[in-house]
């Protein structure tokens, strides 16, 4: 069981925007500005598309945005496009006298 | 820019010892910790432990009692042990550098498919 929930799926057409959540708690996300968000497809290299809530890597288009309420993060990716299909997991700092990052459980995106 | 390239055996059998290597192109050995994550359709992602390039860890309590990570500094590449695994250990392992300011993961190597089985 993960520590952070994601829905398992999400879905948009070519254009559309599509928001995932990442729920947690005031030990983790709500207490700390400490999330990321990874894209994994397969046969590629993890990527990081989304760090300290709402940062961008470079390289990483602005259609990738992030924000955080509360306990929830999430990912908002706008203007869809079919390369954006694959699992996205969200990852927050673990909390104080804990070490390392919890994961959520990733959430398939799909493209219609 | 860092790339990271792992290496290491992908089949295992019950008991035996998990070891990966990841070698370190680009990039500074000080500025990064150096970490190891595994993916499992059970599990999900999971963060295995850090490294500090002068050589202190920091594992997950899950595993600390199985998991051993190294670096050499000379020859710029960090390994991951895992003693004992069993098939709950079959997973995909990636390394990472971990920014450790504010915990993110910002380079990734390409993975390393273990299946551990008799």
């Known amino acids: 069981q993960s520590a952070l929930t994601q829905p398992p799926s999400a879905s948009g057409s070519p254009g559309q925007s599509v928001t995932i959540s990442c729920t947690g708690t005031a030990n983790d996300i709500g207490g700390f500005n400490y999330v990321s968000w990874y894209q994994l497809r397969p046969d590629k290299v993890p990527r990081l598309i989304i760090y300290d809530v709402f940062k961008r890597p470079s390289g990483v288009p602005d259609r990738f945005s992030g924000s955080k309420s509360g306990n929830t993060a999430s990912l908002t990716v706008s203007g869809l496009k079919t390369e954006d299909e694959g699992d996205y997991f969200c990852c927050s700092f673990a909390g104080s006298n804990k070490f390392g990052v919890f994961f959520g459980g990733g959430t398939r995106l799909t493209v219609l | 820019q860092v790339y990271l390239q792992q290496r290491g055996a992908g089949l295992l059998k019950p008991l035996e010892t998990l070891s990966l290597t990841c070698d370190i192109y680009?990039?500074?050995?000080?500025?990064?910790?150096w970490t190891w994550i595994r993916q499992s359709p059970t599990k999900g992602l999971e963060w295995i432990g850090e490294?500090?390039?002068?050589?202190?860890?920091n594992y997950n309590p899950s595993l600390t009692s199985r998991v051993s990570i190294s670096i050499d500094r000379s020859r710029k590449y960090f390994s991951l042990q895992l003693t004992a695994v069993t098939a709950a250990d079959t997973a995909m392992y990636y390394c990472?550098?971990?920014?450790?300011?504010?915990?993110?993961?910002?380079?990734w190597g390409q993975g390393t498919q273990v299946t551990v089985s008799s």
């Open positions: 990472g550098t971990f920014d450790k300011a504010t915990y993110y993961i910002d380079f």
């Open positions: 680009g990039g500074s050995l000080n500025d990064y910790y």
């Open positions: 490294i500090h390039h002068f050589g202190s860890t």
